[in-house]
């Protein structure tokens, strides 16, 4: 059990990685701010 949640905790922080690393991420921000 201990193991799975360690997975899925490693998951989530591989996504926020992404998210906060890739400025051709998803968010609508960082295109408004490249915009500007």
Do not use: C, W
Request: glycine share 6%.
């Amino acid at each position: 059990m201990r193991n799975a949640g360690i997975e899925v905790v490693e998951a989530l922080k591989v996504n926020l990685m992404r998210v906060f690393f890739t400025p051709y991420g998803p968010a609508p921000t960082s295109q408004d701010d490249h915009d500007r």
